[in-house]
T-cell receptor
C-alpha cells in the first residue's frame, strides 16, 4: 500500500515568489492534514480536511496561505507571496479515523525562502 | 486546549541500553489519546505507539512501551535494547475528544544512540 506522497521534497525560492505543495493521501483516507514544522520544533496544524471540506483552518494565515482539496482526494497548499519566515517543512498527513485514529505522514516538503 | 511538554531536548545512550523519553501533558478532556512518533533524518513521521486514556494496561509494541501514569499526566516512551537505527527525533502527541481528529505535538527529543 502506497503511503502519503508529497511533492516537491525541496523548494528554494526568493521572497515574494509564490510556491505550491501537493499531497496525495493514502487511498481511502477521508481526513487530510497540513502541518507546519519549524526547525527543531514539533509540527503545528495548519488545516484539516474531512473529504473536501476544510473543518479546521483556524491556524492557517489566510492572507498569504490557501489550500484546496478538490474531489476530496489530493490537496494543494499554496503560499503567495512567500516571506523569509515561511522557511520550514510542510508535512501532509492522512487518517482513516481507525481504532486509534493515528495519522500517517508524508516525507514533507522543505521550503527555503531567500 | 491540549498541551504536550517534552523537557529533554537531547538524549545520548549507549547501544543496547534502555532509554526513557519523557512526556507530560495537560488537558481538560476526560477521554483522550496519546501517541509517539519517530522522525528520522529523512523527515517522515513514523507512528510508534498509542495509549488511550481509559486503557488499563500500558501499551507495548515490540521494543517500545508507554509508561502511562494518568494521575501525573505523564506518558513516557521506553525503548528497550536500543539500536543505532533508533537515532532520530521523537515526538509525543495527544488528541482530545474535542476537535477529535487534531493531533497536538510536543517539541520533541533528539535521541542519539552511540555504538
Amino acid at each position: 500500500e502506497a503511503g502519503v506522497v508529497q511533492s516537491p521534497r525541496y523548494k528554494i525560492i526568493e521572497k515574494k515568489q509564490p510556491v505550491a505543495f501537493w499531497c496525495n493521501p493514502i487511498s481511502g483516507h477521508n481526513t487530510l492534514y497540513w502541518y507546519l514544522q519549524n526547525l527543531g520544533q514539533g509540527p503545528e496544524l495548519l488545516i484539516r480536511y474531512e473529504n473536501e471540506e476544510a473543518v479546521d483552518d483556524s491556524q492557517l494565515p489566510k492572507d498569504r496561505f490557501s489550500a484546496e482539496r478538490l474531489k476530496g482526494v489530493d490537496s494543494t497548499l499554496k503560499i503567495q507571496p512567500a516571506e523569509l519566515g515561511d522557511s520550514a517543512v510542510y508535512l501532509c498527513a492522512s487518517s482513516s479515523g481507525g481504532p486509534h485514529g493515528e495519522l500517517f505522514f508524508g516525507e514533507g516538503s522543505r521550503l527555503t525562502v531567500l | 486546549a491540549q498541551k504536550i511538554t517534552q523537557t529533554q531536548p537531547g538524549m545520548f545512550v549507549q547501544e543496547k541500553e534502555a532509554v526513557t523519553l519523557d512526556c507530560t501533558y495537560d488537558t481538560s478532556d476526560q477521554s483522550y489519546g496519546l501517541f509517539w512518533y519517530k522522525q528520522p533524518s529523512s523527515g517522515e513521521m513514523i507512528f510508534l505507539i498509542y495509549q488511550g486514556s481509559y486503557d488499563e494496561q500500558n501499551a507495548t509494541e515490540g521494543r517500545y512501551s508507554l509508561n502511562f501514569q494518568k494521575a501525573r499526566k505523564s506518558a513516557n516512551l521506553v525503548i528497550s535494547a536500543s539500536q543505532l537505527g533508533d537515532s532520530a527525533m521523537y515526538f509525543c502527541a495527544m488528541r482530545g475528544t474535542r476537535g477529535a481528529q487534531k493531533l497536538v505535538f510536543g517539541q520533541g527529543t533528539r535521541l542519539t544512540i552511540n555504538p
